[in-house]
T-cell receptor, first 112, second 110 residues
Framework: SQTIHQWPATLVQPVGSPLSLECTVE??????LYWYRQAAGRGLQLLFY??????ISSEVPQNLSASRPQDRQFILSSKKLLLSDSGFYLC???????????FGPGTRLLVL | EDQVTQSPEALRLQEGESSSLNCSYT??????LFWYRQDPGKGPEFLFT???AGEEKEKERLKATLTKKESFLHITAPKPEDSATYLC???????????FGAGTQVVVTP
């Protein structure tokens, strides 16, 4: 069966510091991968998606970037965090033959 | 522009008191409508996928239905463990991109 991991689970970072969040998927090959951000009391906003190694599409202009160095690894990064980057970050995967996305446990990021 | 609106924002139910959640959408070329359950501090858990008007799916006390403009999630005889935020999302574009509603927070009291 497929599983999706995210780490760290919680992160507190000062403004201006760098960021690296990691997501890995097990039990599937060539998945579509997605990064979402969820602000308190709001729905999920799609940030990036990837349909293959090295391929990244950005949905909204922002202070963040994403990379996919391996087939089942997706990384969300920032060079300098802003207060507005605080939120709950979720990674999701989708198989090529199905439409449903499955989510990881999320990373809670607090920028102070 | 694709839009997904969920109502109500919050719902408080007594145990056993059935109710429905609404998800209305405006998209061109719906490829799928999805329901998820989200517990506090956790990632969304997949519940249902609906593809065409008239389709219905059930799982335990939950039943999801779809029309051309909206979807309903019916909760029959809820229990306290059904307390969660229920999210609706639609897929209309390519690459599986989803547009989410803001969710309905459901609290079921004993």
């Amino acid at each position: 069966s497929q599983t999706i991991h995210q780490w760290p689970a919680t992160l507190v970072q000062p403004v201006g510091s760098p960021l690296s969040l990691e997501c890995t998927v097990e039990g599937t090959s060539n998945p579509n991968l997605y990064w979402y951000r969820q602000a308190a009391g709001r729905g999920l906003q799609l940030l990036f998606y990837s349909v293959g190694i090295g391929q990244i599409s950005s949905e909204v202009p922002q202070n963040l970037s994403a990379s996919r160095p391996q087939d089942r690894q997706f990384i969300l990064s920032s060079k300098k965090l802003l207060l507005s980057d605080s939120g709950f970050y979720l990674c999701a995967w989708k198989g090529t033959a199905i439409e449903t996305q499955y989510f990881g446990p999320g990373t809670r990021l607090l920028v102070l | 522009e694709d839009q997904v609106t969920q109502s109500p924002e919050a719902l408080r139910l007594q145990e056993g008191e059935s109710s429905s959640l609404n998800c209305s959408y405006t998209v061109s070329g719906l490829r799928g409508l999805f329901w998820y359950r989200q517990d506090p501090g956790k990632g969304p858990e997949f519940l249902f996928t609906l593809y065409s008007a008239g389709e219905e799916k059930e799982k335990e006390r939950l039943k999801a239905t779809l029309t051309k403009k909206e979807s309903f999630l019916h909760i029959t005889a809820p229990k306290p463990e059904d307390s969660a935020t229920y999210l609706c999302a639609v897929q209309a574009g390519s690459w599986g991109k989803l547009q989410f509603g803001a969710g309905t927070q459901v609290v079921v009291t004993p």
